[in-house]
Nanobody, 121 residues
Framework: QVQLVESGGGLVQPGGSLRLSCAAS????????IGWFRQAPGKEREGVSC????????YYHDSVKDRFIISSDNTKNTVYLQMNSLKPEDTAVYYC??????????????WGQGTQVTVSS
């Protein structure tokens, strides 16, 4: 019943932008924090950003805090990740998750299936 669906990934050149969306269903978004995580091949899943739905507090990993913006629209049960000034090292599968809020995967109960982001020239 609980479902998170990511969209908006794709292939972009370095310096480009993408906006990822996370559509939630089966639960009330304002009862959860939402996190964005990413996992590159052979790497551990790492926290990118998260938002507390109760007060809209936001948190960012140092590697993205000057470039990415997380936001939520609770009326649509959707969380967004605006990614600007993308770098090749941002290449990964990006996942949204409900739980937290924290930038650690084990604090989250529900996960989407991911969307691929590839940054390459």
């Amino acid at each position: 019943q609980v479902q998170l669906v990511e969209s908006g990934g794709g292939l972009v050149q370095p310096g480009g932008s993408l906006r990822l969306s996370c559509a939630a269903s089966g639960f009330t978004l304002d009862d959860y924090g939402i996190g964005w995580f990413r996992q590159a091949p052979g790497k551990e899943r790492e926290g990118v950003s998260c938002i507390s739905s109760s007060d809209n507090s936001t948190y960012y990993h140092d590697s993205v805090k000057d470039r990415f913006i997380i936001s939520s629209d609770n009326t649509k049960n959707t969380v967004y990740l605006q990614m600007n000034s993308l770098k090749p090292e941002d290449t990964a599968v990006y996942y949204c998750a409900a739980g937290g809020p924290a930038l650690v995967p084990y604090e989250y109960d529900y996960w989407g299936q991911g969307t691929q982001v590839t940054v390459s020239s």
